[in-house]
């Protein structure tokens, strides 16, 4: 049974360019959340996708947005990168009617920001 | 936005010792407390939880002691190993919706 997926595990980009990040769920599940955790701190939520909607948001600018496909998987895109945007990003699934909140992550993708 | 305080921010133990980590949350949608688990380089991943109609959730050397009148849960690790030496993450659920909110991680540190 395939855990979440991240792809890519890397990646270095310069102040003002884009990156996309990308994410399968775990089989059977149809919720995928984004976080970013900063060295040090605990995970941040950006935002969660249901039925291919934004269904929450946190408290992240505009220059973070996502989207979810027919397959479930998800992408999450930031524009205008800044150098505090630097940090581990977790892709998290879960079943969207579950209750429990339980969350499953992945293993991250780390982006430096030069 | 749902706060999580937790506490400690590090801690060290010697082998076989034990562990407590403390959490406490403001109020929530649903009753629902997880404890993550993260190795560095890797991702959180569930280390146990509980739904409070129950005080207390024991599995193996784990242990959650939950509070609702004080809004505050914990976490015991017993019998502390090396191999526990991680990062713990408690969690609660925010006030009007489902999304977890963490806290900022206890970094554990078991000495043989």
């Known amino acids: 049974d395939a855990g979440v997926t991240q792809s890519p595990t890397h990646l270095i980009k310069t102040r003002g360019q884009q990156v996309t990040l990308r994410c399968s769920p775990k089989s059977g599940h149809d919720t995928v959340s984004w976080y970013q955790q900063a060295l040090g701190q605990g995970p941040q939520f950006i935002f969660q996708?249901?039925?291919?909607?934004?269904?929450q948001r946190g408290n992240f600018p505009d220059r973070f947005s996502g989207h979810q496909f027919p397959n479930y998987s998800s992408e999450l895109n930031v524009n205008a990168l800044l150098l505090g945007d630097s940090a581990l990003y977790l892709c998290?699934?879960?079943?969207?009617?579950?209750?429990?909140?339980?969350?499953?992550f992945g293993e991250g993708s780390r982006l430096t920001v030069l | 936005q749902q706060q999580v305080k937790q506490s400690p921010q590090s801690l060290i133990v010697q082998k076989g010792g034990i562990s407590i980590i403390n959490c406490a949350y403001e109020n929530t949608a649903f009753d629902y407390f997880p404890w993550y688990q993260q190795f560095p380089g890797k991702g959180p991943a569930l280390l146990i939880a509980i739904r409070p109609d129950v005080s207390e959730k024991k599995e193996g050397r784990f242990t959650i002691s939950f509070n609702k009148s004080a809004k505050q849960f914990s976490l015991h690790i017993m019998d502390s190993q090396p191999g526990d030496s991680a990062t713990y993450f408690c969690a609660a659920p925010s006030s009007n919706d489902y999304k977890l909110s963490f806290g900022a991680g206890t970094t554990v540190t078991v000495r043989a």
């Open positions: 998290a699934s879960s079943l969207g009617d579950s209750d429990t909140g339980e969350l499953f």
């Open positions: 996708y249901y039925e291919e909607e934004e269904r």
